[in-house]
């Protein structure tokens, strides 16, 4: 059975700090691409960050880069994390985690519809 798993959202003040967590279980997640996406009331789901399935691998979407970093662990489950800093109340969403089995330079790893594995969201709000 697959399971994802998200954690640590919260609530912050701006300029304050969180980490998420998605730990992904049921399928050889370790070998899969994986990412963050978020969505805010009345908006649509947008990337945040991506990793391939080494890790050596990150994309991030301008709103984030420099502020938010994206790692993995491959273990018996995989986990991934979000380390998010200098947060902005524009920052204000529900944060998801995504699994897709092909390899990061073989899809568009910005897309909603190319991931076939989604968590059920955490929610992170900042507060200004």
């Known amino acids: 059975q697959v399971r994802m798993v998200e954690s640590g959202g919260g609530l912050v003040q701006a300029g304050g700090s969180l980490r998420l967590s998605c730990v992904a279980s049921?399928?050889?997640?370790?070998?899969?691409?994986m990412a963050w996406f978020r969505q805010a009331p009345g908006e649509e789901r947008e990337f945040v960050a991506a990793?391939?399935?080494?890790?050596?691998?990150?994309?991030y979407a301008d709103s984030v880069t420099g502020r938010f970093t994206i790692s993995r662990e491959n273990a018996m489950n995989t986990y991934l994390h979000l380390q998010m800093n200098s947060l902005k109340p524009e920052d204000t969403a529900v944060y998801y985690c995504?699994?897709?089995?092909?390899?990061?330079?073989?899809?568009?790893?910005?897309?909603?519809?190319?991931?076939?594995?989604w968590g059920q969201g955490t929610q992170v709000t900042v507060s200004s």
């Open positions: 995504a699994a897709e089995p092909r390899g990061i330079n073989y899809y568009n790893y910005r897309g909603t519809l190319e991931y076939r594995y």
């Open positions: 049921g399928r050889t997640f370790n070998t899969y691409s």
């Open positions: 990793i391939s399935w080494t890790g050596g691998t990150t994309h």
